[in-house]
């Protein structure tokens, strides 16, 4: 049986240009948590960051995991998932929503009692999940290719946009309604429309194409 444990990094930032002597390091392990009895591949997570709450889609295990970080332990698990990938905290609602690869349903619970609230079948390979919190609305990637546009009041999907191949992570820009799609199987990056749900443009990667991780940065800086 194999037990993971969660890795508790301490990240410093500094304004402007970073240099690191030796010995230096800009991460620090601050805790482990142990979770004993859960097997296989873990994907996704998300937090409850005044909650103190991590969330794990444990894929392999068939389950999601709820660690309390303040307590540094694992305090409840919820059953009867299949294959567990996507999941994201929605704070307004203390909720949670994990998309389900196996059998392509989008599970919402309620994150104190854990009570499943609503379940609905998407299509195949349910997998990353995004919260739009301007719209109040649930974005999934799934299937061979789209995203779906689930309204957060009544659990059912508003819209659909149609990509060229299974979507890998996303990103949701703040400033305006764009949302940038991992495509390796299309060898691209897919820019989306989010209001209209349409397909702008897209970007080749060229020979990069395991392109499945995405972070989005703003980042402006002025060094002398």
Same mark, same amino acid.
């Given at each position: 049986?194999?037990?993971f444990r969660?890795?508790?990094l301490l990240?410093?930032?500094?304004?402007?240009?970073?240099?690191y002597?030796?010995?230096?390091a800009?991460?620090?392990?601050?805790q482990t948590i142990p979770?004993?009895?859960?097997?296989?591949r873990i994907?996704?997570?998300?937090?409850?960051?005044?909650g103190?709450?991590?969330f794990?889609?444990?894929?392999?295990?068939n389950t999601?995991?709820?660690?309390?970080?303040?307590?540094?332990?694992?305090t409840?698990?919820?059953t009867g998932?299949?294959?567990?990938q996507g999941i994201?905290?929605?704070?307004?609602?203390d909720?949670i929503?994990?998309?389900?690869?196996? %059998? !392509?349903t989008?599970?919402?619970? =309620?994150a +104190?009692?854990?009570a499943?609230?609503?379940s609905? @079948? /998407?299509?195949?390979d349910a997998?990353?999940?995004?919260y739009?919190s301007?719209?109040?609305?649930?974005?999934?990637?799934?299937s %061979? !290719?789209?995203?779906?546009?689930i =309204?957060l +009041?009544?659990?059912?999907?508003?819209?659909?946009t @149609? /990509?060229?191949?299974?979507?890998?992570s996303?990103?949701?820009e703040?400033s305006?309604?764009?949302?940038y799609?991992?495509v390796? %199987?299309?060898g691209h990056?897919?820019?989306i429309d989010g209001g209209?749900?349409?397909?702008?443009?897209t970007?080749?990667?060229?020979q990069?194409r395991s392109n499945?991780?995405?972070?989005?940065?703003?980042?402006?800086?002025?060094c002398s």
């Amino acid at each position: 049986m194999k037990k993971f444990r969660i890795g508790m990094l301490l990240l410093g930032v500094f304004p402007c240009c970073l240099t690191y002597g030796q010995g230096n390091a800009p991460l620090k392990l601050v805790q482990t948590i142990p979770i004993p009895g859960v097997e296989g591949r873990i994907d996704h997570l998300s937090v409850d960051i005044k909650g103190q709450k991590l969330f794990i889609a444990a894929l392999g295990n068939n389950t999601v995991e709820i660690v309390d970080l303040a307590q540094g332990k694992r305090t409840h698990s919820i059953t009867g998932l299949q294959e567990p990938q996507g999941i994201v905290y929605v704070p307004e609602l203390d909720q949670i929503v994990v998309a389900n690869g196996k %059998d !392509g349903t989008v599970r919402i619970f =309620d994150a +104190k009692s854990f009570a499943m609230i609503s379940s609905l @079948k /998407l299509g195949d390979d349910a997998d990353n999940v995004r919260y739009d919190s301007g719209m109040g609305r649930i974005i999934v990637g799934y299937s %061979d !290719g789209a995203l779906a546009f689930i =309204d957060l +009041k009544t659990h059912k999907v508003t819209g659909t946009t @149609k /990509l060229s191949g299974h979507p890998e992570s996303f990103q949701l820009e703040k400033s305006r309604p764009r949302i940038y799609v991992n495509v390796p %199987d299309a060898g691209h990056v897919a820019v989306i429309d989010g209001g209209k749900q349409t397909m702008i443009t897209t970007w080749p990667v060229g020979q990069f194409r395991s392109n499945f991780p995405m972070a989005l940065m703003n980042l402006i800086t002025a060094c002398s």
